[in-house]
Nanobody, 117 residues
Framework: QVQLVESGGGLVQAGGSLRLSCAASGSIWSVNVMGWYRQAPGKQRESVALIISGGSTNYADSVKGRFTISRDNAKNTVYLEMNSLKPEDTAVYYC???????????WGKGTLVTVSS
């Protein structure tokens, strides 16, 4: 099992910045992909950014150039640095971990990001 706890959400004005953190614990040795997803009211959950064990990253087109995903292996933590925030970035942001070895997905409970215009 892998436990994920997000933090760092909040209310910010358009153009501002926030940094989300996701602290992982448990069988993290089995995880090879971690990422951030978001779900806005009335919309489906969508992938925002992924980071693979080798360090490569992938971003949704809507956040490229504004968001950066990174990780601190010593702290078992993944970050999402969000800059130039827009009202359409308003959503609950979820941390996700995937174990290819076991075919298992893990989710955090989410953290709310609200961007005011």
């Amino acid at each position: 099992q892998v436990q994920l706890v997000e933090s760092g959400g909040g209310l910010v004005q358009a153009g501002g910045s926030l940094r989300l953190s996701c602290a992982a614990s448990g069988s993290i040795w089995s995880v090879n992909v971690m990422g951030w997803y978001r779900q806005a009211p009335g919309k489906q959950r969508e992938s925002v950014a992924l980071i693979i064990s080798g360090g490569s990253t992938n971003y949704a087109d809507s956040v490229k150039g504004r968001f950066t995903i990174s990780r601190d292996n010593a702290k078992n933590t993944v970050y999402l640095e969000m800059n130039s925030l827009k009202p359409e970035d308003t959503a609950v942001y979820y941390c996700h971990a995937y174990s290819e070895q076991y075919g298992l997905s893990y989710w955090g409970k989410g953290t709310l990001v609200t961007v005011s215009s």
